[in-house]
């Protein structure tokens, strides 16, 4: 069946420290994958896009690589502030946004 | 722009009784989606809107529930009766288009008792 890991333990750094966080997948074959911040009570925030040719993708002080022979993807938030702390979801999806599915979070805690 | 609204954000219900959320995306978002997140995991999809038909409701458990969207635009989705197991934040999302990411609303937490 599909599935979509994350780091199931919290991820606790210090200030100023790159977070690094990753995401795996088995039997499926993404058209693209997002990364998602989630904070306690809310709806996920997109951070990310990015598709299935493409190897990188920045944005500020995030960072998403996709590699589709490894069927994982590592989201790196570099230069971590306090404020970065939530949870970060990532979530695949075919071609046309279908059967979309989520992995189920990891938290960060950036400590300063 | 406005964001993703939904209502109610909170509802306690009894098992077996019924219960209808609401959402309106954001305007000229053409894909809707509708999950629910059990505490603890992620975003689980029960139904995908392209305008306003239908093109993935394979995970939603079509005994207990329904949903629609009118007129391409608002959706409600509704569960009757409802179980203990049903408990859960019921999140509604839309998107430009679907290869686009989704904007989240915030929520309702149902609690099922």
């Known amino acids: 069946s599909q599935k979509i890991e994350q780091n199931s333990e919290a991820l606790n750094i210090q200030e100023g420290k790159t977070a690094t966080l990753t995401c795996n997948y088995t039997?499926?074959?993404?058209?693209?994958l997002q990364w998602y911040r989630q904070d306690p009570g809310r709806g996920p925030v997109f951070l990310l896009l990015?598709?299935?040719?493409?190897k990188e993708k920045r944005k500020e002080r995030l960072k998403v690589t996709f590699d589709t022979t490894l069927k994982q993807s590592l989201f790196h938030i570099t230069a971590s502030q306090p404020a970065d702390s939530a949870t970060y979801l990532c979530?695949?999806?075919?071609?046309?946004?279908?059967?979309?599915?989520f992995g189920a979070g990891t938290r960060l805690f950036v400590k300063a | 722009e406005a964001g993703v609204a939904q209502s109610p954000r909170y509802k306690i219900i009894e098992k077996r009784q019924s219960v209808a959320f609401w959402c309106n995306p954001i305007?000229?978002?053409?894909?809707l989606y509708w999950y629910q997140q059990i505490l603890g995991q992620g975003p689980k999809l029960l139904i995908q809107f392209q305008n306003n038909g239908v093109v993935d409701d394979s995970q939603l458990p079509k005994d207990r529930f329904s949903a629609e969207r009118l007129k391409g635009v608002d959706s409600t989705l509704k569960i009757q009766p409802a179980k203990l197991e049903d408990s859960a934040v019921y999140l509604c999302a839309s998107s430009l288009d679907r290869n686009n990411e989704q904007f989240f609303g915030p929520g309702t937490r149902l609690t099922v008792l």
């Open positions: 305007s000229g978002h053409a894909t």
């Open positions: 979530a695949l999806a075919r071609t046309g946004g279908f059967k979309t599915i």
């Open positions: 990015i598709r299935e040719n493409e």
């Open positions: 039997n499926y074959s993404p058209a693209y």
